[in-house]
């Protein structure tokens, strides 16, 4: 079993469609990410939660909306989407060394493949 | 400006030779952390090495090197005897300072191929 899963592995669904996409890791860690990876375009980091709290929203659309209901789940809502949001969707998780002030290297799931039809 | 930056879309190396893949960076924080990710084509990324902007000796993880040149901002993968499974994307990343929840930025990565 890997340590960060992401689930479903690949998504197709309407503009008009509301689903969701999950991630869940399984090594401790007290900080989870959302990236979306667009092809050829590096990386761009969409939500991070670190101890439970959202910490960063890089200007996402309202219509991705993220949900941590506890330190080892992470959600990420869908509604309304467009076809230029079809991309892979990875979510990464680390450990937030509060008194050493250390993050350590960020794990990451298989993504969700997302396509907007 | 890009804060990291990868100029070799592409490389090819036969196998078990031994291939650099290039990372520049750019930060004005005192306090960073290089990581190399890897990519197959299944989608995951994969942690390889990472380097601490302190740290005075480079990094080694098994086949993997990290080539740390600071004054140069720069910081290379090095992988020694390729291996045909080594074929995939690679990333490089930085974290810029120590606060909680810090984000990585990614280069654009390189797509390394090994030939038999």
């Known amino acids: 079993e890997t340590g960060v899963t992401q689930t479903p592995r690949h998504l197709v669904m309407g503009m008009t469609n509301k689903k969701s996409l999950k991630c869940e890791q399984h090594?401790?860690?007290?900080?989870m990410y959302w990236y979306k990876q667009s092809a050829k375009k590096p990386l761009e980091l969409m939500f991070v939660?670190?101890?439970?709290?959202?910490?960063e929203n890089n200007s996402v659309p309202s219509r991705f909306s993220p949900e941590c209901p506890n330190s080892s789940h992470l959600f990420l809502h869908l509604h309304t989407l467009q076809p230029e949001d079809s991309a892979l969707y990875l979510c990464?998780?680390?450990?937030?060394?509060?008194?050493?002030?250390?993050?350590?290297?960020?794990?990451f799931g298989q993504g969700t493949r997302l396509t907007v039809v | 400006a890009q804060k990291i930056t990868q100029t070799q879309p592409g490389m090819f190396v036969q196998e078990k030779e031994a291939v650099t893949l290039d990372c520049t960076y750019d930060?004005?924080?005192?306090?960073?952390?290089l990581f190399w990710y890897k990519q197959p084509s299944s989608g995951e990324m994969i942690f390889l090495i990472y380097?601490?902007?302190?740290?005075?000796q480079n990094a080694t993880e098994g086949r993997y090197s990290l080539n740390f040149q600071k004054a140069r901002k720069s910081a290379n993968l090095v992988i020694s005897a390729s291996q045909l499974g080594d074929s995939a994307m690679y990333f490089c990343?930085?974290?810029?300072?120590?606060?909680?929840?810090?984000?990585?930025?990614f280069g654009e990565g390189t797509q390394l191929t090994v030939n038999p």
């Open positions: 990464a998780s680390s450990q937030v060394l509060v008194k050493k002030k250390r993050v350590t290297e960020a794990f």
């Open positions: 090594l401790g860690h007290n900080a």
């Open positions: 939660y670190s101890l439970e709290e959202r910490v």
């Open positions: 930060t004005s924080d005192p306090s960073y952390g």
């Open positions: 380097q601490g902007s302190y740290d005075q």
């Open positions: 990343a930085m974290r810029e300072g120590e606060t909680s929840g810090s984000r990585l930025t």
